[in-house]
């Protein structure tokens, strides 16, 4: 190997260690900074429907009839009440969540939250109905715990609203009538 062959691989060396270094940097800073941002996070969504909010606050509670239009759920099973509220398995296709209706305000609001252990954790999925000219404007907002630092800062700046995005659009279709059907089929 000759001297401009070493230079050159010296070189080559000093610009993968500097950028190793700047990626450990800016790694070792969104770590400090996601460490200041708290850990419970806050996403919403809002959808404006036709129907009045009777109609939309029956859809939301409808248990048997969830898993025909929700495309995140796979099945939904009743479970028996915990302090004194319904509860329900959702299954989904990569896991099932506990779920129990936390409070309710018959058609305003709803609040529903994860169950461990029979106690509410986040996240917790709040839906709140307002009458307006001509149908209703569902809001859902959704609280959750990110214990990452560096999740925190990522999901500060690109909010993970994807899940209420599918629901209210799931939702959507469903009060217009395009609903999943299940079929039995013989054996």
């Known amino acids: 190997m ?8 010296k070189a080559r060396r000093r610009v993968l260690l500097r950028l190793l270094g700047g ?20 996403v919403s969504a809002e959808l404006r429907l036709a129907g009045p909010p009777e109609a939309i606050w029956r859809v939301l509670l409808d248990l048997d009839g969830m898993p ?3 495309s995140d759920l796979v099945a939904l099973e009743r479970l028996p009440e915990q302090a004194g509220r319904p509860a329900w398995r959702e299954v989904g296709r990569s ?11 018959p058609p305003h609001r709803l609040v529903l939250s994860r169950s ?24 859902v907002t ?7 630092p560096l999740r925190r800062l990522l ?19 469903r009060l217009q009538g395009s609903r999943r059907e299940v079929v039995a089929h013989p054996e």
């Open 2 to 9: 000759n001297w401009t062959q070493r230079r050159r691989r």
């Open 23 to 42: 990626l450990v940097g800016v790694l070792a800073c969104g770590y400090l900074v996601g460490l200041t941002l708290g850990s419970e996070q806050v």
């Open 68 to 70: 025909l239009w929700r």
């Open 95 to 105: 896991s099932a969540r506990v779920i129990a209706l936390t409070a309710a305000e």
């Open 116 to 139: 461990e252990a029979g106690e509410p954790s986040l996240p917790v999925r709040t839906f709140e109905l307002a009458s307006m000219e001509g149908g209703t404007v569902l809001t």
């Open 142 to 148: 959704e609280r959750s715990l990110v214990r990452n």
């Open 155 to 173: 999901y500060r700046l690109l909010p993970p609203r994807a899940g209420i995005v599918r629901l209210l659009h799931d939702l959507g279709s």
